[in-house]
Every structure is written in C-alpha cells, then in structure tokens.
C-alpha cells in the first residue's frame, strides 16, 4: 500500500457527462501529479500541484481540470466527456524538497473511468 | 526533451533464471530515473531509482538495475525470476528536475514461465 488513496475505484458514465476523480496524498506530501493511461497512448503526465498551487502541465486537454484543496488532497474534473477520454487515472505524490525525499512518487491504484 | 526507451514489448524468461529488462534515455543533465511495477488491474509500485553515486542499484523484491552512464542504459535485473514476478514493467526519468513529473517508457510486460 502506497498511502495514496483515490476514489472511485471504477466509473461508468456517459459521453457529454462530467465526472470528478478524487486523491489523497501520502500524510506530508505536498506535491499531486495527475496522469493518465490508455492503451493507444501510454502513461501520459496531466497536470502538478506543490501545496495547493499549479507547478505544471502535461498532455491535458482544456475539458479537463484539477485543484488541490488546503488540505492538499486533490481533484480532477473531466468535462463533455468523449469516448476516447475511457481510460485508468493515477495520481501520485511526493514529498517536499525541504524533506529530501522529494525524488520517488508514489502512486494511487487509478480510477478506471469508462466512457459509453 | 527528456525521453525513455524500452525495446522489448514482452520478455520472455524460466523461473529461476536471471531476468533483463531492458531501458535506455536520452536527457539534458543528469538523469534521475526510475522503475516501477504493473500487476493486473493495480496500480504502479515503485521498485526502484537512480539518483546519484553507485552505479548498480538494489531496490524492491531482489530487483536491482545498473546505471551506464556511456550507453545510457538503466536495465533493470533480478538474478533468479519467479512466476510472482510477471507483471508490466516501466522505465521513467524525471523531466526537469527533482520536482518534474515522469516521462514513462511505454512498458515491457515480463512472463515468467514455471
């Protein structure tokens, strides 16, 4: 067990429809990284936030959004869903350079979301 | 731009023989890599990471991987698989820092056989 949780676990939903995935970071970690896995394109880098600010992103279309709450757990909104957004959702977290251990991410068990 | 490669789609091994899986990456500065484990519908455990100083490094499950600087490679090893060990495999690098996000290769899935 990694220590970082999403929810939920599977989602079924309809094209058009908007969705939002949740994670909890490991106790202390400061830093969430969304990423996304499909078949045709792999592990993809979405997004990063460091402590509730937005460091970085990735691949992420613009119906696609995310925020990290104050108390750093985070959240990804997926809007006008198509069926090619049907893929796994990880997010992972490390921890702060102030630790030095901010190197290793460690990664949630994904929600699958399947898009009909 | 930062990048991984694995060429090996599928590597086939016997329990109890050594096992390779193979990785190479191309990147500005110095690389920190990474591996990491797929099991069926679960999530990604990290085995290990390359960050700095021995080149050979030890990490989860007897797994260890060699850093080679000249043939930029970051293989991964295990001396003796077992059938527990199938699963998909990813290399990683960070992009841009210790604080990047990774860039994944697209994966090597290991069969071990009994």
């Known amino acids: 067990d990694s220590g970082v949780t999403q929810t939920p676990k599977h989602l079924i939903t309809a094209t058009g429809q908007r969705v939002t995935l949740r994670c909890s970071p490991r106790?202390?970690?400061?830093?969430v990284y969304w990423y996304q896995q499909s078949l045709d394109q792999g592990l993809q880098f979405l997004i990063h936030?460091?402590?509730?600010?937005?460091?970085a992103k990735g691949n992420i279309l613009e119906r696609f959004s995310a925020q990290q709450f104050p108390d750093l757990h985070s959240e990804l909104n997926l809007s006008s869903l198509e069926l090619g957004d049907s893929a796994l959702y990880f997010c992972?977290?490390?921890?702060?350079?102030?630790?030095?251990?901010?190197?290793?991410?460690?990664f949630g068990p994904g929600t699958r979301l399947t898009v009909l | 731009a930062q990048s991984v490669a694995q060429p090996e789609d599928q590597v086939n091994v016997a329990e109890g023989n050594p096992l390779t899986v193979k990785c190479t990456y191309s990147?500005?500065?110095?690389?920190?890599l990474f591996w990491y484990v797929q099991y069926p519908n679960r999530g990604l455990q990290f085995l290990l990471k390359?960050?700095?100083?021995?080149?050979l490094v030890k990490g989860s499950y007897g797994f260890e991987a060699e850093f080679n600087k000249s043939q930029t490679s970051f293989h991964l090893k295990k001396p003796s698989a077992l059938v527990s060990d199938s699963a998909l495999y990813f290399c990683?690098?960070?992009?841009?820092?210790?604080?990047?996000?990774?860039?994944f290769g697209k994966g090597t899935k290991l069969s071990v056989k009994p």
């Open positions: 936030y460091y402590n509730g600010e937005e460091r």
């Open positions: 990147v500005s500065g110095n690389p920190y």
């Open positions: 992972a977290s490390s921890a702060s350079v102030i630790s030095g251990e901010q190197f290793t991410q460690y």
């Open positions: 390359y960050i700095t100083g021995d080149n």
């Open positions: 990683a690098v960070r992009n841009g820092g210790s604080q990047g996000n990774l860039i």
């Open positions: 106790s202390g970690d400061l830093s």
